[in-house]
């Protein structure tokens, strides 16, 4: 079992910066792959939209909305994943989830465990 927490969320202008982080407990961080997946206001009831992921040894994969802008990093001793938000839009705007899984991808249900999310809000 894995509990997932993230914080790091907040209210930021356009073209801001913020990074979020994400704490896992439970045992073996080092072998799930880890992913942000983010959901808008209003689309609670939609399946999440991925954002990146990191694979167990490394290995990034974005969006096309969020490439180069975003990073996605992991610390493994720390068990902790980020993720590095940079020229920030409006569009950017949600609620950010972490989540682990055995085999990753950009597909929510390959994820196994998942964070309660944190909001970011980019105003204009």
């Known amino acids: 079992q894995v509990q997932l927490v993230e914080s790091g969320g907040g209210v930021v202008q356009t073209g801001g910066s913020l990074r979020l982080s994400c704490t896992a407990s439970g045992h073996s961080f080092s072998t799930y792959a880890m992913a942000w997946f983010r959901q808008a206001p209003g689309n609670a009831g939609r399946e999440r939209v991925f954002?990146?992921?990191?694979?167990?040894?490394?290995?990034?994969y974005y969006a096309d909305s969020v490439k180069g802008r975003f990073t996605i990093s992991r610390d493994n001793a720390k068990n902790t994943v980020y993720l590095q938000m940079n020229s920030l839009k409006p569009e950017d705007t949600a609620a950010y989830f972490c989540?682990?899984?055995?085999?990753?991808?950009?597909?929510?249900?390959?994820?196994?465990?998942w964070g309660q999310g944190t909001q970011v809000t980019v105003s204009s």
């Open positions: 989540a682990a899984g055995v085999h990753g991808g950009s597909y929510h249900r390959q994820y196994d465990y």
């Open positions: 954002v990146a992921t990191i694979g167990s040894i490394g290995g990034e």
